[in-house]
């Protein structure tokens, strides 16, 4: 039986099928769907964890401990679990371990384009890269198997065209596979260096045996022509695109993307005139040919950023599109600069910080749409947690002239921001940190965390209460204010910043999204078009001829603009 499914679930599906017990994730676009379709299944274990790193030392204890298990996370979320994925490619594992990554060339929700594969590389683990729907369901259990014959972890790589694209995908029967007896063994599973250093030498063993084996794989496949000269070596959605945009040339697909089945290349090397390699990003594969002594063409004709797409390719090889192959570049529409939504609680706290014209160390979330004009409040954001850590190094070198204050969500606190609180504590800063509650995880779809009060399967979870994480810190001076009372929201700012030591200003409101139920709309009367309302940035809010307008289908009520009027002109029914 098919099913047409996105391929997020179509890797939770391979996993259902491949008999995993356990998966551990923290969400991120365009990684999220993975979890959530996972833990619909029967006699499955999915969680939600406060970061990757967490998530990828919960998926390695369930493999040892017998049973196979997966962990899911963006690209730069492989960052925050470098580190236990790096050991445990030395200690290997007992039941199978997948960590499913999904990369986002074009940034269309990431702060950078890193390219995961050279993780593989590093870590000398080995990396699939699905192409479609049911190649990504397929490969998650020949991932398991390849697991379990070299006793390694496996990187699955996806992209956002793949992850988040649609296709039919052949349904197939759960492998309910035993648990595996746990045997002690400390030289094995103990890095300590003495047992690091012989685990070293496996490694780079299994290494050699994984390049061997993939040589052999048949996802490593050639399609020939008798029709074309050149031949194109390529892999994941980039393999989609050459097939269209190239439909006579050779092409070797790669469904191994490390080790680089470097002697099935240079076989396929063999057969046509000129070689070329087509990915995106880095040119990964085609250093590694190069290194090989295999000669190709690559970034000499695409770039190191963005996505590849049909036209690029046909561009760069001067194919001209059929005639009746109907428009190729969708229409251009009208620009939608990103914004926070009407009703967002965290509009009024980034007003009164541009109002004060403090510095803000932002962090990643919806609240980094902060920084958009006219809010305009945002100074930086670099990663998960860093606004805490900025925020303290930015005071340290700025002294009392520093009116800078850290800004940051929920759930990225208890993902990677609570350790920069301790820090600054510890080292007796003076920074103020504002945690903007809204109640979820909402930048990725409102996914549930430790201080939300549920699990991911939705069930009642213990909470995380943040005043008394806080204040389990060290921070004695400690605010809890309502996000939508503007003046409260400005007096506790400015009682923070004159601090001397660390505060905390807790803002508190459910994403607007959260509730459904209507509202009534914020009313206009006699207004003077003064503008101030404007510099809210709300989407309900327009300035029309004769004033402003509120538009009543998006208006949610929060009365924020109504405590910025100066005339009071606006108004809650």
């Given at each position: ?33 993975i ?5 619909k ?23 040892v401990g ?7 996370m ?73 697991s ?10 996806e ?26 063994d ?32 048949s ?8 029709e ?56 990964f ?33 001067g ?10 570049a ?36 919806c ?27 930015f ?81 004695k ?24 030591e ?31 309302c404007m ?39």
């Amino acid at each position: 039986m098919k099913e047409l499914m996105l391929t997020n679930r179509a890797i939770a599906q391979g996993a259902y099928e491949a008999g995993v017990k356990v998966l551990s994730a923290y969400p991120g676009t365009p990684s999220t769907e993975i979890a959530e379709n996972f833990v619909k299944y029967d006699g499955v274990y999915a969680e939600w964890a406060p970061n990757e790193k967490v998530a990828v030392e919960v998926a390695i204890g369930a493999a040892v401990g017998g049973v196979r298990a997966m962990a899911c996370m963006k690209h730069v979320g492989l960052n925050v679990a470098a580190d236990p994925l790096f050991t445990v490619a030395y200690t290997g594992i007992n039941a199978g371990l997948v960590i499913a990554v999904a990369d986002d060339p074009g940034m269309h929700s990431s702060q950078n384009e890193q390219d995961s594969r050279y993780y593989a590389r590093s870590a000398h683990v080995p990396m699939l890269e699905p192409s479609d729907a049911n190649e990504a369901k397929e490969f998650v259990k020949l991932a398991y198997a390849i697991s379990e014959k070299f006793d390694t972890p496996v990187l699955l790589r996806e992209t956002t065209r793949v992850a988040h694209s649609h296709g039919f995908v052949e349904i197939g029967e759960r492998e309910e596979t035993p648990l595996r007896p746990y045997v002690k063994d400390t030289s094995k599973y103990v890095m300590m260096p003495s047992n690091a250093i012989g685990r070293h030498v496996v490694v780079e063993k299994r290494d050699k045996e994984i390049t061997e084996y993939f040589n052999t794989l048949s996802c490593n496949r050639e399609e020939l022509t008798s029709e074309d000269e050149i031949g194109v070596v390529c892999s994941g959605v980039v393999y989609e695109y050459v097939k269209e945009a190239l439909p006579k040339a050779n092409v070797l697909k790669l469904g191994t993307v490390y080790p680089v089945p470097v002697a099935a290349v240079a076989r396929f090397a063999k057969k046509v005139k000129t070689l070329y390699v087509i990915e995106e990003l880095e040119p990964f594969i085609e250093d590694t040919l190069k290194a090989a002594g295999i000669a190709c063409i690559g970034k000499e004709l695409f770039s190191l950023q963005g996505e590849i797409s049909v036209a690029k390719i046909r561009e760069k090889f001067g194919v001209q599109r059929a005639e009746n192959e109907g428009v190729e570049a969708p229409a251009k529409a009208p620009a939608r600069p990103p914004v926070m939504c009407a009703g967002c609680p965290h509009r009024g706290v980034f007003y009164v910080l541009n109002k004060l014209k403090l510095t803000v160390n932002g962090d990643i979330g919806c609240y980094t749409l902060g920084a958009v004009p006219p809010l305009s409040a945002v100074d930086s954001c670099v990663c998960m947690g860093a606004s805490v850590g900025m925020a303290h190094g930015f005071k340290k070198a700025r002294g009392a002239d520093a009116k800078n204050v850290a800004v940051i969500g929920d759930s990225t606190f208890l993902h990677s921001g609570v350790t920069g609180l301790i820090n600054a504590v510890y080292n007796q800063s003076g920074i103020t940190l504002i945690i903007l509650d809204n109640s979820t995880t909402g930048m990725t779809g409102h996914q549930q965390h430790p201080a939300t009060g549920k699990n991911l399967q939705g069930e009642p979870a213990p909470v995380v209460l943040l005043d008394e994480l806080c204040r389990a810190c060290g921070v004695k001076d400690l605010q809890i204010v309502d996000a939508y009372d503007v003046k409260g929201v400005e007096k506790a700012v400015k009682n923070a910043v004159a601090s001397k030591e660390v505060s905390v200003i807790i803002a508190q409101r459910p994403c607007a999204l959260l509730d459904k139920s209507k509202k009534t709309a914020v009313a206009v009367k006699d207004c003077r078009a003064c503008g101030i309302c404007m510099r809210l940035g709300c989407p309900a809010i327009s300035m029309g001829e004769s004033g402003v307008k509120i538009d009543p289908i998006q208006c949610t009520g929060c009365g924020v603009c109504v405590q910025v009027c100066p005339f009071g002109c606006l108004n809650k029914a």
